[in-house]
Every structure is written in structure tokens, then in C-alpha cells.
């Protein structure tokens, strides 16, 4: 089993920033990923980022490319979702999700939330206009 606690998310006004985090405890994962995923009101949950468990190579949305930065503390066994120039249209629950198949390519489906099997809580950001 793999335990994940969103935080860090608050309101913020346009073009501001906010870092979210993601501890990470219980099993240790290999060939995995970590992603971040958002929802809107109303509207389905869709893919933001997502980063090699062991840290280093990362994948983005095009949505947020460019903006959003994820990275990993290996010391504290901690996700982080940087989040820079920031618009109303990112206003939703953030989640981080942990990708435990170690039989998939790592990128492969990366943004497919089905193929994610432990979820963070979540956290509410909302950016002003």
C-alpha cells in the first residue's frame, strides 16, 4: 500500500504561484510514476504532470507546459507541483496519483487516470481574475 497527502493549496490571484505537495510513505515503488491530476467543477478529472518516481524525467499537459513544474525531494519522499503564472481556468482540486505497474512503459498512457492506483485527498486551488 502507498499513502499520499496532498497539500498547499490556498487562493491566489492571477498570475500568482502556489507549490503543492505530495508526501509519499508506505511501499516503495520502482518503474512508477507519480502524477498530478485536477477537477473543475463540473467537468471531468484530467491529467496536469507527472514525474519517474525516482525523480528526474517529467511529462506535461500542454495546458500547463511551460508553467508547471514537478520535481521530487528524495529525502523527504515528497512530490511537489510548482505552479507559476497562474490563470482562473486552473481553479480546481489538485490530486497526486501513484502508478504501481511495473509492466507498463513509464510514459506509456501516462494520462490516463484509469491506469493510476493510489489518489491523494486532493486540494482546493482557486486563482482570482
Known amino acids: 500500500q502507498v499513502q499520499l497527502v496532498n497539500s498547499g493549496g490556498g487562493l491566489v490571484q492571477a498570475g500568482g504561484s502556489l507549490r503543492l505537495s505530495c508526501a509519499a510513505s508506505g511501499r516503495t515503488l520502482s518503474s512508477s510514476a507519480m502524477g498530478w491530476f485536477r477537477q473543475a467543477p463540473g467537468k471531468e478529472r484530467e491529467f496536469v504532470a507527472a514525474i519517474r518516481w525516482s525523480g528526474g524525467s517529467t511529462y506535461y499537459a500542454d495546458s500547463v507546459k511551460g508553467r508547471f513544474t514537478t520535481s521530487r525531494d528524495n529525502a523527504k519522499n515528497t512530490f511537489y507541483l510548482q505552479m507559476n503564472s497562474l490563470k482562473p481556468e486552473d481553479t480546481a482540486v489538485y490530486y497526486c496519483?501513484?502508478?504501481?505497474?511495473?509492466?507498463?512503459?513509464?510514459?506509456?498512457?501516462?494520462?490516463?487516470?484509469?491506469?493510476?492506483?493510489?489518489w491523494g485527498q486532493g486540494t482546493q486551488v482557486t486563482v482570482s481574475s
Open positions: 496519483a501513484a502508478r504501481d505497474r511495473p509492466g507498463l512503459p513509464l510514459w506509456y498512457d501516462i494520462n490516463n487516470l484509469l491506469t493510476y492506483d493510489y
